[in-house]
Structures are given as structure tokens and as C-alpha cells.
């Protein structure tokens, strides 16, 4: 679980990344896409270290 939170942490900074270019770039979908996926893998991200700590405890 140690390595899949680091792996969604890089996805949700990613798609803030991908938020801000779209932006930019005034593209309407890509925006909706990029925020969606900040917002679902950010949250999983968050609470998850929030429920089980960082580093996770084994039991």
C-alpha cells in the first residue's frame, strides 16, 4: 500500500499539472478530465494516508 500511494500521489500531481496546461491552452474537456482526476485520486490519496498513516502501520 506504501508503494500505491506514492504511485497515486504522482498521478493527482500530474493532473493538477494537466489542469493548468489545459487552461492555458483553453481546452473545455481537458480541464474536466484533469479536475476529475485530481479530485477522485486526490481524495483516495489524502484520506487514505489520513486512515492509515505514512508511513501505513501493519496492523
Known sequence: ?????????LV??????GTFQ?????NV???LFNFG????FGFFTVMT?????YPPSLH
Open 49 to 53: 494516508i489520513l486512515n492509515q498513516g
Open 29 to 31: 474537456l481537458g480541464v
Open 37 to 40: 482526476t485530481f479530485a477522485v
Open 22 to 26: 489545459a487552461f492555458k491552452e483553453k
Open 12 to 17: 493527482t500531481i500530474l493532473a493538477v499539472i
Open 1 to 9: 500500500m506504501n508503494l500505491l500511494m506514492v504511485i497515486f500521489g
